[in-house]
């Protein structure tokens, strides 16, 4: 090996760009293990989706097979889904890791460090190529690789499909270039169904370019790789007809879901064409897409966002004028998928959030990087390069800005509120001692304080519930929870307290048959509640004339020694 004197090394010839990319590589690396650890399961700033993220991959873990559409393990959403009903294979990544290790995300870090190590592996091929790639992982995208979830699947195989498609377009005549090209196409049917169609064009589009290429392969490589390709995108078709009876893609089965376990009064957002608010959804699509934490309310200062989306748009013109040619594909390609996000956002229900354009995003910066390291055809000059690698790393100070304001303003306070404060256990909201009138007080004041900051905010909807049903303020407990009752997919501990609440307050105005199915739906979650809600049950069965069932549900109650009611004939 070469020795270099340090008298050959003049200051004005150091290249920032290794320091840049090794200190980010770090910090990236460092944030993903951090809000692993530190991000509650039950979002303080209202999150449903995790819990239902890990109770699937509990459920795989525990039977080691894919969970019918009708289990009942299952945690759901308020319209009766679960995420049994779609497919990613990342879950199976989620449950071996949490069988191995006993920790929900690490296969989610684990994840992110197989991206960041390709990188790696692109950096030490070509400096710029690899601070280019750094450069465009956003905020969000650290934050989807920090929890449990199948986006991260979905970034994986678009990215890989991205690297694939490059290489297979710079040098189509190589055989190992066909394979990847085709397995990694394939691989985007084990992601999430927002990756299927943007892989399909991407796949028809590169596959047709090449043709002349492919016909000429042996017969015995066309049938080799087709065959593989072919295993590999059966996976969730086989699985979702066993697992969903029959239905191979199981949209029949979450429509069935839907009807079986949704509340009926639970209504989608969704706007017909002509009434499309489009600004508004271009906007939040464009803002979460760079960063917005926390369902879509933690923030950056508007500035940020400008910053970002300026830097973001030199960066991809620079890449359109060394792609020329493929310009045009991966145009199409960004609009393909904006068009999606606004169809999924009329026929179903409005979500513009911007992680729904990953799987174009990350085929858009593997194709890139993989050119620009391996298979530049041409030179796009001196003055380009130098501007894409001082926009680089211009992105790459505003990501890490983005990420400790966010991190620091949001994620560290509402953590360490979460323990303190705001999710009240059940036993402390049964107790009513003469000492506790002035901490209800403080815990409304706090939570309603949560609720101007974030209307959506689940867990102050929770408290507020739970104390004013302690207070005896029925009607006002009734409204605060069956608004966290329309807004959350039942967590396991909340759902069965929530719905235990939701009983007595109904109970206290009268409403008794309302009140006996809440009362129900929470022993079923969880039956170890203490004899005094079994009582209840008895009482409300007692006063519908139903003596047998009354008398049943008392011996229960008794059973479970805490209080303990006769029925009587009345």
């Not at 710029?128 to 750094?134: N, R, S």
């Not at 699947?153 to 190992?176: D, M, N, Q, R, W």
């Not at 998928?337 to 858009?364: A, K």
């Amino acid at each position: 090996m070469k020795r270099v004197s340090l008298r050959t090394l003049r200051p004005g010839k150091i290249s920032p760009v290794p320091f840049m990319f090794y200190g980010t590589f770090v910090f990236l690396l460092s944030c993903s293990f951090i809000l692993a650890l530190k991000l509650p399961v039950m979002f303080p700033w209202g999150g449903p989706d995790e819990p239902m993220h890990i109770s699937l991959v509990k459920y795989i873990a525990t039977y080691w097979e894919w969970p019918s559409w009708d289990s009942y393990k299952l945690l759901r959403y308020i319209n009766g889904q679960s995420y049994s009903t779609g497919s990613s294979i990342v879950y199976w990544i989620h449950a071996v890791f949490l069988k191995l290790t006993g920790h929900n995300r690490f296969g989610a870090v684990l994840l992110f460090t197989v991206l960041l190590g390709f990188l790696w592996t692109i950096y030490r091929r070509n400096k710029d190529a690899g601070l280019f790639g750094l450069s465009l992982i956003t905020p969000q995208c650290i934050f989807i690789f920090s929890y449990v979830n199948g986006d991260t699947g979905t970034i994986i195989v678009a990215f890989f499909l991205g690297v694939a498609s490059a290489c297979y377009l710079s040098a189509p005549e190589k055989k190992h270039y066909f394979y990847f090209f085709m397995l990694s196409s394939a691989a985007c049917m084990t992601g999430k169904f927002h990756v299927w169609a943007v892989g399909f064009v991407v796949f028809a589009a590169i596959a047709i370019v090449n043709i002349r290429y492919i016909v000429r392969l042996p017969v015995r490589h066309i049938v080799t790789a087709g065959m593989t390709s072919l295993l590999i995108a059966s996976w969730w078709p086989v699985t979702s007809y066993f697992a969903n009876d029959g239905d191979m893609l199981g949209f029949t089965a979450q429509k069935k879901a839907m009807a079986v376990f949704g509340d009926p009064a639970y209504k989608l957002t969704t706007f017909d064409l002509d009434a499309f608010p489009f600004k508004v959804f271009l906007t939040l699509l464009m803002k979460s897409f760079y960063g917005v934490w926390g369902w879509m309310r933690c923030y950056l200062p508007d500035p940020v966002y400008v910053a970002a989306f300026l830097l973001v748009a030199v960066q991809i013109i620079l890449l359109l004028i060394q792609m020329k040619r493929r310009a045009a594909l991966l145009i199409a390609l960004m609009i393909f998928n904006v068009l999606l996000v606004v169809i999924y956002s009329t026929g179903y229900d409005f979500q513009p959030q911007g992680r729904y354009l990953f799987p174009s995003y990350f085929i858009l910066i593997g194709f890139s990087v993989s050119s620009m390291a391996f298979h530049r055809n041409q030179e796009s000059g001196k003055t380009v390069n130098d501007i894409s690698r001082i926009v680089s790393i211009v992105l790459i100070a505003l990501n890490i800005f983005a990420i400790l304001v966010l991190g620091k303003s949001y994620i560290l306070p509402d953590v360490n509120h979460v323990k303190r404060v705001v999710v009240a256990p059940l036993k402390t909201a049964q107790e009513n001692t003469s000492g506790q009138r002035h901490s209800d007080n403080d815990l409304i004041i706090y939570c309603r304080e949560l609720l101007k900051r974030n209307p959506r905010h689940v867990d102050a909807m929770l408290n507020l519930g739970f104390v004013y049903n302690r207070r005896g303020e029925y009607e006002k407990a009734y409204d605060y929870l069956m608004d966290a009752h329309s807004k959350i997919d039942l967590y396991s501990l909340p759902s069965a307290a929530l719905n235990i609440h939701l009983g007595y307050s109904l109970q206290k105005q009268s409403q008794f048959m309302p009140a006996l199915r809440h009362y129900l739906e929470g022993l079923r979650l969880n039956p170890d509640y203490g004899g005094d809600v079994y009582c209840h049950v008895a009482l409300l069965l007692g006063n519908q004339g139903m003596r047998d069932d009354c008398l049943y549900w008392s011996a229960l109650a008794k059973e479970k020694s805490y209080l303990f009611c006769a029925c009587s004939s009345s």
